[in-house]
């Protein structure tokens, strides 16, 4: 029974991550996206952390193939398994996932909402970040890197916000109807 419990859990965490990747198919406003908050709920929830980096990773990635590959089609020649410069916004990605394995020891709302800050806040920094070679290779170089990118922060802090709501209550809801879906069902 145990084993059949876990991947239940398992199985909804993934899915709800995956959907949430592929929302990104409906149209936004720029930088408004579920990358960050899915890094955020993996940490929160997956007992073994390694599923926790991997999982909304490979939802990410799925979604990249989807979107480049067929949505944007047009701009790539070939099939395109990583777009160029993929490995600082995954980075980020990742990055958002241990900080939050360490925010999330505990999860509840103020947690939710100050890690989709700290989500939004890393993601700023490191992918303007990659964007500094664009720019002068100067202290003010990279004041300009980083000022060209705060229009796009506005996206990224809502997408945080509420991707980060969607998915942490409604797993919290579907965790008070199901009691299997509740953690203290798994440990030993």
């Known amino acids: 029974m145990k084993t059949k419990n876990i991947k239940i859990r398992f199985s909804l965490l993934a899915l709800l991550i995956l959907l949430a990747a592929f929302s990104r198919m409906i149209p936004h406003m720029p930088n408004f996206s579920p990358l960050g908050a899915i890094g955020l709920f993996g940490a929160a929830h ?18 990249d193939l989807f979107i480049n590959n067929v949505i944007y089609a047009q701009y790539y020649p070939t099939f395109t398994w990583f777009y160029e410069g993929f490995y600082w916004q995954y980075g980020s ?4 996932t241990l900080v939050g394995i360490f925010i999330f020891k505990k999860v509840n709302a103020p947690r939710v909402v100050g890690g989709a800050l700290v989500s939004s806040v890393l993601f700023f920094i490191v992918t303007n970040f990659a964007c500094w070679p664009g720019y002068p290779q100067t202290a003010s170089g990279l004041a300009t890197c980083y000022a060209a990118g705060i229009p796009y922060l506005k996206g990224t802090l809502l997408g945080d916000l509420f991707y980060s709501g969607a998915l942490f209550g409604s797993f919290a809801l579907l965790q008070s109807r199901f009691p299997v879906l509740q953690y203290r069902t798994y440990q030993s």
């Open 93 to 96: 990605y990742l990055l958002i």
């Open 46 to 63: 997956f007992s073994k952390k390694w599923q926790a980096f991997l999982i909304p990773i490979a939802a990410t990635w799925l979604s």
